[in-house]
């Protein structure tokens, strides 16, 4: 049974069929908070049983006979404890569901904004790794937080795109407030991370439980933009491994298009994740990345190449978090990666994978010319204890000769890999522990 995250007093929306099932209840099981606020239409004897973080409560209330509620905040079903209450009483024409308005909602609505654009995304037991890089990635999100990760560590963990952040306390209650700031955009080595107030970033100044709405407001890759027939979007763009002319790039100083189209394969990049593009040049690598839904950050010592990154991010509508800086110090300046490309084959190859494994990625891809450059990737990637293969792509595209065509030969390539042992080569996403906000 949902309890309403709109109103002062949360039993204010209970339906005839919720008020009727708390009165012939055998059991009650929720927070203090939820069974305080429903107390008076409980009758005495009614036996009321805390949740628990664990949600123990559920298994308890499983062995009593008897009609048992479950409270919960707003829809059970969205996020909440419907899952786990179906864990239990598995046959579905056991339950009824009697749903409330949520916080989602219930937040949307105070920003002024609709949420069928939203991807909503839930850090509340588990790891928030993934809520970060999705939001750094989503143009619009609402994120369900958690006691170990609420608005400041969220705020405080996003890149320099300007942003709209709308914060809802404690909503339904008596105490209910909601908060709004804007960030503006500050890219650069010299200022990476957002200029939020700086009461934003105290976590001691949020009261539980807590929602925020996350509005991207830079031209390229903002909200508002016209909506497909399927919420949320297609996840997948129609096309990838997009050839050289789609990106501004120099002297053909670009990973060319059969060379991404693997190295993507590789990466896995998808929503949740962070990839970084190391020695980005062009950026394209990152941008393909963004495309398919991960959080990209492009790396290069070359402040034309950062800029042509930017750029190409830009025409292409998706974000990108494009920096100057050498590998391999400036990477230590870098949120923590789930994927890596290492791209440029340089002499310190080995020093630079080196660094990227030490970050704990679950794959590192590095795309190298000189045969020479091979080996020391290799090694340094074992020595980090990773799984290494590797590929020779070698590829010759059709050209026009005259009136006929002819095969172009393109450069040899070699891609290394090193995966972690524990992830598998097709592994590319960590399972999330199940999570319940009851």
């Known amino acids: 049974m949902g309890l309403s995250c709109a109103h002062d007093d949360p039993v204010a929306g209970l339906s005839a069929g919720a008020r009727a099932a708390l009165e012939r209840a055998a059991v009650v099981v929720g927070s203090d908070r939820q069974r305080a606020a429903i107390a008076p239409l409980v009758p005495t004897g009614t036996e009321q049983l805390p949740i628990g973080g664990d949600l123990a409560g559920l298994d308890v209330a499983g062995d009593r006979p008897g009609p048992t509620v479950v409270l919960a905040s707003g829809d059970p079903g969205f996020f909440g404890v419907l899952r786990a209450v179906r864990t239990r009483w598995p046959e579905p024409d056991a339950i009824t569901v009697e749903p409330a308005l949520s916080s989602v909602q219930a937040v949307c609505a105070a920003a002024g904004e609709p949420w069928d654009d939203a991807v909503v995304l839930s850090a509340h037991g588990r790891d928030p790794r993934p809520v970060l890089h999705a939001c750094r990635r989503l143009a619009k999100a609402v994120v369900l937080t958690g006691p170990a990760f609420g608005p400041a560590e969220l705020l405080g963990g996003l890149d320099a795109r300007p942003r709209r952040a709308v914060v809802g306390e404690r909503l339904g209650s008596t105490d209910a407030r909601v908060h709004t700031a804007r960030t503006p955009a ?29 509005t991207d407001e830079s031209p390229e890759t903002g909200a508002g933009r016209t909506r497909s027939w399927a919420t949320p979007e297609r996840e997948t763009p129609t096309a990838w491994a997009l050839p050289e002319e789609a990106f501004d790039h120099r002297d053909g100083m670009i990973t060319k298009a059969e060379v991404r189209a693997l190295a993507l394969a590789w990466l896995g990049p998808g929503l949740g994740d962070l990839v970084w593009d190391v020695g980005a040049g062009s950026g394209a690598v990152a941008v393909e990345c963004a495309r398919l839904g991960a959080a990209a950050v492009a790396l290069d010592r070359d402040p034309g190449q950062v800029a042509r990154a930017r750029a190409n991010a830009a025409a292409h509508g998706v974000p990108v978090d494009a920096r100057e800086g050498a590998a391999p110090g400036a990477l230590a300046d870098l949120p923590d990666p789930d994927a890596v490309f290492v791209g440029g084959g340089g002499r310190e190859i080995a020093e630079v994978v080196g660094a990227c494994a030490a970050r704990g990625p679950r794959v590192i891809v590095t795309a190298v010319a000189a045969l020479e450059r091979v080996a020391p990737a290799g090694e340094a990637l074992t020595a980090a204890g990773y799984t290494v293969d590797g590929t020779q792509l070698q590829s010759a595209r059709l050209a026009p000769l005259g009136e006929a065509r002819r095969l172009s030969a393109q450069n040899p390539v070699v891609l290394v890999r090193g995966v972690v042992p524990s992830a598998g080569a097709q592994e590319v996403r960590p399972a999330g522990a199940s999570e319940v906000r009851p």
């Open 186 to 214: 500050s890219p650069g080595p010299a200022s990476p991370g957002p200029a939020w107030p700086a009461a934003w970033l105290d976590a001691g100044a949020w009261h539980e439980p807590n929602v925020v709405v996350l």
